[in-house]
């Protein structure tokens, strides 16, 4: 029997209720939401149940929403069951003051590096994580550098002189 | 000769001790920039420590600012052995998003392009696990048809390494006959040297024994460190996005998805070759199918799609539709759909999925790319562990580690 969404949706619905929102069919897969307190045990259910075998994670990422109070923070979940070819997006939010998380590293290996990505560019601290340090950006860096606050460079600023860049200074 | 003084050690006071070993940041065993820390016994490894990120170029926050065009350029740059696979990895991604339908003829083409991006990628991998235990010949031999391959792309696109190819909707301009011609060169000639190359190193002895039993990982292992690509095949495990999720007309095609047992550094090489034979396959078969088109059917190359597509540039200098959409298009003033979606392709290292959400406005407002080299590269010290360091070496190219994809 294949694996369809309607499937997922009823198991994930009677197994946590009114915990699971927002399920959507999405152009390329379905995806829905769950708290934060229950990432982990979502994630669990989806990879132990037999008749689901979410054992392959894909990605993990983030985004930043400033705007969505309380909830600013989004971590994505990309799952996939290699066996019936059916791929699932997870999405939990949370707030920015206090971006923990629990770590999926016990689940699946893979999550370990995705997590520490995510943590240097968001600051979502995933509680339990073995080795939660920044990876891609210098260890002394003091800020979350893909979080919306820090937009990129404005190109037509002219206040700062660096001629080797082609950018503002004065023309000869 | 022998005038210099040897330590020699009283019997009994033989202290075990590691020696920390740094292999990179730049080093001659890994190819590309990023770092090793070993921990040896002897020569063994007790410990690994991977660094990464000494050439992030914050590519997923430069792309928050930029039009979808413009984001084509910067995935060039993640794996730079295989560029045209991203770069249409990236428009079809689009193309999800903004409901576009392509053409059979470039679904065709672009098969084409990414076929020969994949041979080139295998090539360069495979070739560097022979110049890491010690065979040169094979690398010097095959660099020639790598080169065609270049040629090709220069004929398509105008560029080589950083192609840039293409657009959202399909290329820029057709196929000239000289990129058919070097295509059919390409075909008619790779085969013996992809043999030869098979031939130098398949059954050879000393390669056999270098490789076997080395940097193996079992399918179980590999699935839960997220390994995709030859890389998993090599494990047991047939999973090709190809196969799996078609894109671009793949299901029209009709070819083999090798797949090794052991996941050791020999499968992973027989894995590649055994795919650079599909690819030359797929890419008879897509020549084939070009052929059937007739009359205007035949001279399409893109999908139409006025908002997204540049125009062609002497359209843009006689047609006012085209003036105006090429400067709509060159000033970023599209908005783009509501939504979100995943989309992957078989990267020439393993799954490359593009995550791309857009709020309606005229950039991404976030894009993350899923590169699975900076996935399956966290496995190193559990595949590693106890090995030779020498193996480590070859490991550490057969896995095909590209530093421009692990650093984004």
């Known amino acids: ?172 | 000769m022998n005038d210099h003084k040897h330590i020699i050690l009283e019997e009994g006071n033989i202290q075990k001790q590691t020696t920390t070993l740094n292999l990179g940041p730049t080093h001659p065993a890994t190819h590309g920039v990023f770092q090793n820390i070993v921990e040896l016994d002897g020569e063994r490894v007790v410990k690994a420590e991977q660094t990464v990120g000494y050439i992030h170029r914050a590519f997923e926050k430069l792309a928050e600012r930029r039009p979808l065009y413009q984001v084509t350029p910067i995935t060039d740059r993640l794996n730079y052995c295989s560029s045209p696979i991203n770069n249409i990895g990236w428009h079809l991604t689009c193309e999800k998003l903004l409901g576009v339908k392509t053409p059979k003829r470039v679904d065709y083409l672009r098969v084409i392009v990414m076929e020969l991006a994949r041979i080139a990628d295998h090539l360069i991998c495979n070739s560097i696990v022979g110049v890491d235990t010690g065979a040169f010949t094979g690398f010097l031999y095959v660099f020639q048809y790598r080169e065609l391959i270049y040629e090709i792309y220069e004929e398509i696109c105008g560029s080589r390494l950083t192609t840039n190819i293409g657009r959202i909707g399909g290329f820029e301009r057709d196929f000239t006959p000289a990129a058919f011609e070097k295509i059919e060169k390409f075909l008619k000639e790779y085969p013996a040297v992809l043999k030869e190359f098979e031939d130098l190193f398949n059954r050879n002895r000393i390669f056999m024994e270098r490789t076997q039993g080395t940097g193996g990982i079992s399918a179980e292992r590999a699935l839960n460190y997220g390994f995709t690509g030859p890389n998993l095949r090599a494990a047991g495990v047939d999973y090709d996005v190809r196969v799996h999720n078609p894109y671009c007309s793949y299901e029209d095609f009709d070819f083999e998805v090798p797949v090794g047992s052991t996941g050791d550094n020999y499968d992973r090489f027989l894995v590649r070759n055994g795919e650079m034979w599909q690819s030359l396959s797929i890419i008879k078969q897509a020549m084939q199918k070009l052929e059937q088109f007739k009359g205007t059917d035949a001279d399409v190359y893109h999908a139409d799609v006025p908002e997204y597509y540049l125009p062609e540039k002497k359209d843009v200098y006689t047609k006012m539709e085209a003036l105006i959409w090429h400067f709509k298009i060159i000033m970023g003033e599209i908005d783009m759909p509501k939504g979100e979606v995943y989309f992957s392709v078989e990267g020439g290292n393993g799954e490359l999925g593009y995550y791309l959400i857009s709020d309606g406005g005229r950039t991404p407002y976030r894009l993350h790319f899923r590169r699975p080299c900076f996935i399956y590269y966290q496995a190193f010290e559990e595949i590693v562990k106890g090995s030779m360091l020498s193996d480590t070496i070859v490991t550490l190219s057969s896995l095909n580690l590209i530093a421009g994809e692990m650093d984004a």
């Open chain 1, 1 to 172: 029997m294949a694996l369809t969404y309607e499937h997922i949706q009823s198991a994930l619905v009677n197994k946590f209720g009114e915990a699971i929102t927002n399920w959507q069919i999405g152009v390329d897969m379905a995806s829905f939401e769950a708290p934060k307190e229950a990432n982990l045990k979502v994630l669990q259910f989806l990879y132990e149940e037999s008749s689901l075998g979410f054992q392959f994670l894909t990605d993990i990422t983030a985004v930043h929403y400033p705007d969505q109070l309380g909830k600013e923070l989004a971590v994505v979940y990309h799952l996939h069951n290699l066996v019936e070819n059916v791929r699932l997006r997870f999405k939990v939010f949370t707030s920015i003051e206090d971006p923990t998380i629990f770590t999926a590293t016990q689940l699946f290996s893979s999550a370990n590096w995705m997590e520490r990505e995510t943590y240097d560019f968001f600051g979502i601290q995933f509680v339990g994580h073995p080795n939660l340090k920044r990876i891609l950006n210098v260890d002394e860096m003091e800020y979350f550098p893909l979080r919306k606050e820090f937009p990129l460079e404005d190109q037509t600023r002219i206040d700062k002189d660096d001629e080797m860049f082609g950018r503002g200074g004065s023309i000869r």
